[in-house]
């Protein structure tokens, strides 16, 4: 706990403890009540995996500690929030490029499975792309069937436009 700091007389000073006239040498942390020592290593620990880092200035007491600590955990969960938020608003941006990979995927598996000789897997997946391309690789129907009458007459009207 105290060898983060530097040396023990700096320790001792540092948190202004009471070592009941022994010197540094002479000094353990058995000391310390345990509530102190335990959060004095849960601090360290938090600062250690959050990756703070050490810094120039230390916690002196026990509260600044814990919030030190809280600070740490809450900035961290904020950090993962976010960071998850973007990976997922990345990876979702379009349905249909997802769609397509997913149904390519198992257009893939299925040929692999059934032993289709590689011209003809390479033929069937050119298909596909080309298909894909003018196509949307979503359930049309699904989607149009869950529209009511009026609307899906207007959306089939300018698919059949288009």
Known sequence: ????????????????LETDGKDAEHWDTDTWPLEPRYLAAMYWSTMTLSTVGYGDVLPKSNLERLMAIVGMVLGGGVYGIVLGNLVSIVTDVDSNTRAYQDRMGAIISYMNQRGFPPELMRKVKRFYRRYFKSKSALDEKAILAELPAKLKTESSMFLVSD
Do not use: A, I
């Open 1 to 16: 706990v105290r060898g983060y700091l530097g040396g023990d007389d700096y320790f001792l000073d540092y948190y202004q």
